[in-house]
C-alpha cells in the first residue's frame, strides 16, 4: 500500500481467480446463477451474488471474479450453452484506489468523467490509463478496483504515482 496523495491508497491485491465469458443470454444467465447472481447485470454494471462478482463489459461478455470453488460451479452451469469461458488470472493484475481524491488522479489519465453522479458505485467499464488498457471498477464512492495486464502494471503504477505528484498529491501503495 502507498499513499499517493493525502488520505489517497493505492494496493496491489492478491492474485485471485478472473474469467472473461462471452456468450449469448443464456450463456450470461447461466453463469451469473452459477455465481448466485439474480439477473444478469445491466451493461457497465457489477453484481454480486454468494459466489462471487459479475461485470457486465460487453453486450455478450461479462468479466467473472468468482470466489471459493473458483471455475467448477461456472464449468458445469455453461456446459450445455455455447460460450467461450477465458481465464485470465495470471494476464491480470488488480488494485484498489481510494481516497477523496482517486476520482481526479484517474480522470487525469482517462477520457471519461469519474464524478459520482457519471460513474456511479457498481458501474464497470473497460478504457485506457494513459496507453494502457484497464478494467475500472467504482466499489465505493471514493473506491476504484483497477485491472491492468501484468506487463502494464509497472507503467500504470508509475503514472498513477506521477499525476498525483503534479497535483501536489502524495500516493500510499503497498504491495502483497
Not at 63 to 77: K, N, V, W
Not at 108 to 118: E, G, K
Not at 127 to 148: C, M, N, P, Y
Request: glycine letters at 8%; charged letters at 15%; hydrophobic letters at 45%.
Amino acid at each position: 500500500m502507498v499513499e499517493i496523495t493525502e488520505g489517497c491508497v493505492l494496493s496491489r491485491l492478491p492474485a485471485s481467480t478472473r474469467l472473461i465469458l462471452q456468450g449469448r443470454q443464456p450463456a450470461l444467465q447461466a453463469a451469473c446463477g452459477a455465481l448466485g447472481v439474480e439477473t444478469v447485470p445491466e451493461m457497465l454494471c457489477t453484481a454480486e451474488g454468494a459466489g462471487g462478482h459479475a461485470l457486465r463489459v460487453g453486450p455478450f461478455e461479462l468479466a467473472l471474479q468468482p470466489t471459493g470453488d473458483g471455475l467448477a460451479p461456472l464449468e458445469a452451469a455453461l456446459a450445455s450453452v455455447p460460450h467461450s469461458l477465458v481465464e485470465v488470472s495470471n494476464r491480470n493484475v488488480s488494485y484498489t484506489l481510494q481516497g477523496w481524491q482517486a476520482a481526479d488522479i484517474l480522470a487525469a489519465l482517462c477520457p471519461l468523467d469519474f464524478s459520482l453522479a457519471a460513474f456511479p458505485v457498481g458501474m464497470a467499464t473497460r478504457s485506457i490509463l494513459d496507453k494502457a488498457g484497464a478494467l475500472i471498477w467504482r466499489t465505493a464512492d471514493q473506491t476504484f478496483h483497477i485491472e491492468v495486464w501484468r506487463s502494464f502494471a509497472p507503467y500504470v503504477e508509475g503514472q498513477l504515482h506521477e499525476v498525483a505528484k503534479s497535483i501536489s498529491y502524495n500516493i500510499l501503495t503497498v504491495q502483497h
